[in-house]
């Protein structure tokens, strides 16, 4: 039997218009759909397929507004079983440090504790892929990252990462905290009786106080990284259009050559 933890977040839908507050260079979260990240999903699909092997239980843990409930729904919706969500408007504008540090204090409050952390290596909002490392250094628990494969035997979990540079094979005692990449498995969709299931399932909401969180430790204002500027993407210009006269080859490949891609 394990306790597997999952780390979720929500984020902007990729699809939808991303705008940072010209106030304070937060994320502007009204200004779009809000969706539970993709790596996220296949995090949770991994959780659960070690539930199906092992045995337990698959608790989903998250930092954010409170709209992120609905990203809660839908991991719980795939088939965890239940969520701690950290909800207090004092975390606005905390940084990868500051999550860190917070998300490690709400792990301590989960029921029965956990075996195993599962995560994705990178959030598609922040593209840190720092936070699921520094929550490992901060429990003082081994990380295992960018794992396209996780097993459990025993008390020792093993994953393999695939890089350029070949296959590596990491593995370490439980309790750890594994990240996994996009390639590691196809997140299932949540049936119908999943969806209504999900709507019985307990989420805990707390608050800093109830984590034992002092607010002095999250918040824009004791922030280690900020944005200073930002500006809207620039429009595409309009593409070079080639008139093939029997040379057109030879424009291509010189255009190409003139723009440093061969």
Do not use: W
């Not at 200004?31 to 949770?44: C, F, K, S």
């Amino acid at each position: 039997m394990m306790n597997i933890v999952v780390l979720v977040k929500q984020v902007p839908d990729t699809y939808s218009e991303r705008k940072l507050s010209p106030s304070d260079g937060t994320l502007d979260r009204d200004a779009t759909d809000a969706v539970l990240d993709e790596i996220n999903e296949r995090a949770v699909e991994a959780a659960l397929q070690l539930k199906e092997s092992h045995g337990g239980e698959v608790t989903v843990v998250t930092m954010g507004p409170d709209r992120a409930t609905d990203a809660i729904r839908k991991a719980l919706s795939m088939g965890a079983d239940k969520a701690v969500h950290l909800s207090d408007e004092a975390v606005h504008g905390s940084c990868a440090v500051q999550t860190a540090r917070a998300l490690a204090k709400v792990l301590g409050t989960v029921e029965g504790g956990f075996d195993l952390v599962v995560a994705g290596n990178e959030a598609s909002d922040g593209r840190s892929a720092a936070v699921p490392a520094m929550v490992a250094d901060v429990l003082g628990l081994p990380a295992l990252t960018h794992a396209r494969e996780i097993t459990v035997d025993g008390a020792t979990v093993r994953v393999r990462r695939e890089t350029d540079d070949g296959v590596t094979h990491l593995s370490a005692e439980l309790p750890a905290v594994v990240s996994v990449n996009e390639k590691i498995n196809e997140p299932r969709y949540p049936s119908f009786k999943g969806i209504m299931a999900a709507k019985k399932k307990p989420v805990a909401t707390l608050s800093l106080a109830d984590a034992g969180i002092d607010p002095a430790e999250v918040g824009l204002a004791g922030a280690l990284s900020a944005v200073v500027s930002s500006q809207p993407k620039p429009p595409k210009s309009a593409g070079e259009k080639i008139e093939d006269e029997g040379d057109g080859g030879a424009k291509v490949a010189a255009f190409l050559v003139a723009q440093k891609l061969i």
